[in-house]
């Protein structure tokens, strides 16, 4: 198994639609979890941090569920600008790298 | 703002070529990483440096070697170059502590012929 896993996609919705992306990870012991925003041909940001239960920033909302070992990202009102590649990053306190989903891209239609 | 930078964004090398790629930071990161992307793949961590002259291997370390002899300039070096190391090579920093926020550089397409 994979230790990050995502929907590749695209997800393709509406302006003002409501989108959710799951990401579920296989190590157990991953404390704190991340979503960096990739747009086309350039390089990651960070969008959020996921340290308890969840996040909430304006339209973004993640979410972590450990016993089912997976975290989601939640967009309220999309918008042309959110259209790009979604990375879901568990962090290893143990390794001191990330290891990075291989993303799941999302295109936003007017 | 933190600013990564990466030493050429296009570059095109024949199969047993010696490729060096440097990557600098100006925000005095401990840490430093270097990443391959792919299609379908996603990133993959090649090596990874947390202190000068210190370095450690990441997932995919095969072919590749490091080097950090500045803090501020992390390089990577494809001994021999390959057809199947064209990718899209990123580099990162962090500050010590955490390794969440990653700060990439703009990344360098190396295409081997």
């Known amino acids: 198994r994979k230790e990050v896993e995502q929907d590749p996609g695209p997800f393709n919705v509406p302006e003002g639609a409501t989108v959710a992306f799951n990401c579920t990870y296989s190590?157990?012991?991953?404390?704190?979890f991340f979503w960096y925003r990739q747009d086309c041909r350039k390089e990651p940001k960070l969008l959020m941090s996921v340290y308890s239960s969840g996040n909430e920033d304006g339209r973004f909302t993640a979410q972590l569920n450990r016993a089912s070992q997976y975290i989601s990202l939640l967009i309220r009102d999309s918008k042309l600008s959110d259209s790009a590649t979604y990375l879901c990053?568990?962090?290893?306190?143990?390794?001191?790298?990330?290891?990075f989903g291989s993303g799941t891209r999302l295109q936003v239609q007017p | 703002d933190v600013k990564v930078t990466q030493s050429s964004r296009y570059l095109v090398k024949r199969t047993g070529e010696k490729v060096f790629l440097e990557c600098v930071q100006d925000?005095?990161?401990?840490?430093m990483f270097w990443y391959r992307q792919d299609p379908g793949l996603g990133l993959r961590l090649i090596y990874f440096s947390y202190d000068v002259k210190m370095k450690e291997k990441g997932d995919i370390p095969e072919g590749y070697s490091v080097s950090r002899e500045k803090k501020e300039r992390f390089s990577l070096i494809l001994e021999s170059a390959s057809t199947n190391q064209t990718s899209m090579y990123l580099c990162a920093s962090t500050q010590n502590g955490y390794s969440y926020e990653q700060y990439f550089g703009p990344g360098t397409r190396l295409t081997v012929t």
């Open positions: 190590n157990s012991a991953s404390q704190s």
């Open positions: 925000m005095d990161h401990e840490n």
């Open positions: 990053v568990p962090l290893d306190t143990g390794r001191r790298a990330l290891t």
